[in-house]
């Protein structure tokens, strides 16, 4: 029987809760630092209780404690930056693999995609693996029975937190996306593709350089290995080269529309339509053509 | 006290092809200090001059990690020194038992304050490996960390957070995996080259580090199913009504 032990930090985990009960063991979720009540659809939480303003990667320790994973369990773990650190926690206490990109997890093996998604590896669960997925919305179902360990942090605390003025996004559910690279040499220039997205009621994303290095864009809005998977009706890449790390993000949409000055840019071999132009007439025309 | 920077000397795998049998042949894509890690070794730098510490740099990976080209991509970086691994054993190993590798590395140094490291590796690309180091550790990790300072007991951090950001202060020693834009990466110049021949780099065999046993069996390789695409480009003044018309064709517009 594989058990399956969630680690989490945020109710955000819908999608491992599918996963461990297609597994058919037992579902375990380990909290660290948050209100357990809201881990609904789970068989049991184990809460690791923290003193306020303890940040939740200084709870690694007594989580890594708390997931007692046995050959043949499975570890699972949303794909967001505090729970990663538990997640390396826990392998390195375990000893297991910690592996992201998985695309199905069966009782015995998995399947990985590894090196930004050129091959696909099959694993033997066999022993306890950690896997780094995309974690889903807040689940549903009934309380579990919880249990609360209180914990022995690392001395950190959060001083103060800047909350964003802008609301974060969740791309995963659009159905026509504009995509803006580095094609685009101004913040103010990005209008172009916003005219173009108005008109189709398409969400904005882009390529990670505009949202790292130039901040023109929210960081929750690039796309790729790094940043958010999307598989809308419509992609459409303005002035993005393609590099894989970009596309294994966008790869599951149903239509690739690329414009980009270079014929020889990677995006057109995954695309459907293309137009070799300059984006800032390309676009205009396309806005245009639109209305 | 001495800043360590875990870096990898790592090829990026869209230089890579793939047999139909799924298996990776990299000998055509060409092995660097992996893209984001010069970023962590400037940050590194940045502490080591305001403390007037060494930086040292840490990695393990194949023999190629050891290459003369190698040890100078990173040392003209701006470390001090590096503790180098390579081995070709390592090739297939899981990321945990690596990781366990570069803790004994740090371990090894002995009185390093913070380990620092890239945002992710240009091959893997997975952003776990400082988590792991940290695990086997037994310190603290913060990742996505936009700048650090250090305190009298430890150190602060600017973590990028739900959208926002947040302050970290914490006491003692950490490992912290900076964002790819936490500051300007420096490009080394013909100086920077010459200087990093000088630089020491001290190989340190597998046998004589304590590497976890972690179990990861492959047991089958495959070459994903791409998507096929239509691959038709539009040209002349009519392209963009052209493209609409396909789209509305298609039923996405
Ligand atoms: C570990 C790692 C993780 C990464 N993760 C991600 C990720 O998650 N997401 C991501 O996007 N990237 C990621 N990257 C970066 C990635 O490798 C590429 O560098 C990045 O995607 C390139 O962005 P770009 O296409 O906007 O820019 P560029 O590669 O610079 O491409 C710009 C394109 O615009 C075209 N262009 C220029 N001017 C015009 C014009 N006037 N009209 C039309 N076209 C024009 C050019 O021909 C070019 O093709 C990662 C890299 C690493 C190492």
Redesign the pocket.
């Known amino acids: 029987m594989t058990n399956t032990w969630i680690v989490a930090v945020s109710p955000q985990i819908s999608a491992l809760i599918d996963t461990g009960r297609a597994l058919g063991g037992t579902v375990t979720a380990v909290v660290a630092g948050t209100d357990p009540s809201r881990f609904l659809g789970v068989d049991r939480v184990i809460a690791i209780a923290a003193p306020e303003g303890v940040p939740a990667e200084a709870l690694a320790p007594s989580v890594a404690s708390a997931v007692a994973a046995q050959a043949g369990d499975v570890v699972l773990v949303a794909n967001r930056p505090s729970e990663r650190v538990l997640a390396g926690a826990v392998a390195a206490k375990l000893g297991a693999p910690i592996l992201t990109g998985a695309k199905v997890i069966g009782k015995e093996t998995a399947e990985i995609s590894r090196y930004?998604g050129v091959t696909q590896q099959t694993i033997s669960l066999a022993q306890p693996v950690v896997l780094v997925v995309d974690g889903g919305t807040a689940p549903s179902g009934n309380a579990a029975a919880s249990e609360t360990v209180q914990a022995e942090p690392y001395a950190a605390t959060v001083t103060s937190t800047d909350a964003s003025s802008v609301a974060q996004v969740n791309l995963s559910a659009a159905k026509r996306i504009v995509a803006?690279?580095?094609?685009?040499?101004s913040e103010a220039d990005l209008q172009l593709a916003k005219d173009l997205a108005a008109a189709i009621g398409a969400d904005l994303a882009?390529?990670?350089?505009?949202?790292e290095g130039s901040g023109w864009l929210a960081r929750d809005r690039?796309?790729?290995?790094?940043?958010?998977h999307v598989a809308p009706d419509v992609y459409i890449?303005?002035?993005?080269?393609?590099?894989?790390?970009?596309?294994?993000?966008m790869t599951d949409s149903r239509v690739v529309v690329a414009?980009?000055?270079?014929e020889h840019?990677?995006?057109f071999a995954g695309s459907d339509y293309g137009i070799v132009?300059?984006?800032?007439t390309?676009v205009p025309a396309i806005t245009a053509a639109v209305k | 006290m001495t800043i360590v920077v875990a870096y990898k000397y790592a090829a990026?795998p869209?230089d890579a092809s793939v047999g139909s049998d799924g298996r990776i042949d990299w000998s055509r894509a060409k092995e660097t200090v992996?893209?984001?890690d010069p970023v962590a070794i400037q940050v590194g730098r940045q502490l080591a001059d305001a403390a007037g510490s060494e930086l040292v740099g840490i990695t393990v990976g194949t023999t190629a990690a050891n290459s003369s080209l190698a040890r100078k991509g990173a040392l003209s970086r701006g470390l001090d020194r590096a503790v180098i691994v390579a081995d070709d054993a390592v090739r297939d190993w899981a990321p945990t038992r690596v990781g366990s590798v570069l803790a004994a590395l740090v371990e090894r140094i002995g009185d390093a304050a913070i380990v620092l490291t890239?945002?992710?590796?240009?091959?893997?690309?997975a952003?776990v490996m400082p988590t792991v180091i940290a695990g086997y550790l037994g310190w603290p990790c913060f990742l996505e960390v936009i700048s650090v300072a250090q305190t009298a007991d430890g150190w602060e951090l600017v973590q990028a957070h739900e959208g926002g950001t947040r302050t970290i202060a914490l006491a003692g020693a950490a490992v912290v995996s900076v964002t790819?834009d936490a500051t300007e990466a420096r490009t080394p110049g013909m100086k920077d080259i010459l200087a990093a021949g000088k630089k020491p780099a001290e190989e340190v065999a597998l046998a004589d580090l304590d590497a976890a046993e972690v179990d990861l069996t492959v047991t089958a390789h495959s070459r994903p199913a791409t998507k096929a695409r239509e691959h038709q480009v539009f040209s002349g003044d009519d392209a963009p009504a052209q493209l609409v018309a396909a789209l509305r064709s298609v039923g996405v517009l």
């Open positions: 930004g803006v690279g580095r094609g685009f040499k882009c390529s990670r350089p505009i949202a690039y796309i790729g290995v790094s940043g958010q890449a303005l002035g993005i080269s393609g590099q894989l790390q970009h596309t294994v993000g414009v980009n000055s270079d840019a990677p995006i132009g300059d984006i800032y390309v | 990026n869209q992996s893209e984001y890239g945002d992710a590796s240009v091959d893997e690309g952003q790819t």
